[in-house]
């Protein structure tokens, strides 16, 4: 968008984008605010919190905004750096993963997510994800091998409403890769970092 060109909507669209900004930043410092203040001393900074490339994730968050997605499921919490960034987006979170959250994000700052600890390979598992169903995004983050991130986007992509986006984390990791350029209609995030891919759902 040109600065000498902008209309009146426009101006309104560039100051609630750069407000939807200052909440990610402030989203991003919440986590180091957790992660600082218990007590415990680190050494990898920022694994383990949110295992993301802080502007290759905003550029995904830039699709989210204008979704505006009402329910939210994740594959693979870990810690729930994520799981924070969509409940700032959604009101209704829904976060799976294996194990229960590690790390130490206190609970009581998820106060509008769901968690649901199981296999996701598991059709128990999915039973469970499919109770809340339909989801306006999926984020695949689970279990990384290709036949894994296959059987996760098979198994529940179809729990996408039409018009949804399903992302994948660690498009640049190869066993990831391999399945994903099997997709047609992928887009990847330009920042490229650990590569976040997306893809609408007709
Ligand atoms: C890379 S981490 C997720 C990182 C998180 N999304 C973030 O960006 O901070 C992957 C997570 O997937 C979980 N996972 C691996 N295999 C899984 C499976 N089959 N079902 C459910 N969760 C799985 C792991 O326990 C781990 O917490």
Redesign the pocket.
């Given at each position: 968008m040109e600065h000498g060109s902008l209309t009146a909507s426009d101006h309104i669209l560039a100051t609630e984008v750069k407000m939807e900004r200052y909440i990610y930043d402030c989203v991003w410092d919440r986590i180091w605010i957790a992660r600082n203040n218990d007590g415990v001393e680190r050494t990898n900074e920022g694994r383990g919190f949110?295992?993301?490339d802080k502007e290759e994730f905003w550029q995904l968050m830039e699709y989210l905004i204008e979704l505006k997605p009402q329910k939210i499921l994740?594959?693979?919490?870990?810690?729930g750096?994520?799981t924070l960034f969509w409940q700032a987006l959604a009101p209704e979170v829904y976060s799976?993963?294996?194990?229960p959250l590690?790390g130490h994000i206190p609970g009581n700052y998820f106060p509008n997510v769901t968690f649901i600890v199981g296999?996701?390979?598991k059709q128990e598992t999915l039973e469970e994800a499919k109770v809340f169903a339909p989801y306006d995004f999926l984020f695949i983050?689970?279990?990384h091998c290709t036949e894994?991130v296959k059987q996760d986007y098979e198994m529940y992509s179809p729990l996408v409403r039409s018009g949804g986006i399903v992302g994948f984390?660690d498009y640049n990791h190869d066993p990831v890769r391999t399945f994903l350029k099997k997709l047609d209609g992928l887009t990847v995030m330009p920042m490229d970092r650990f590569g976040i891919a997306i893809l609408k759902v007709s």
């Open positions: 949110i295992q993301q994740e594959i693979g919490n870990a810690c750096g994520t799976l993963d294996i194990k590690e296999d996701a390979h983050d689970g279990d894994g984390h």
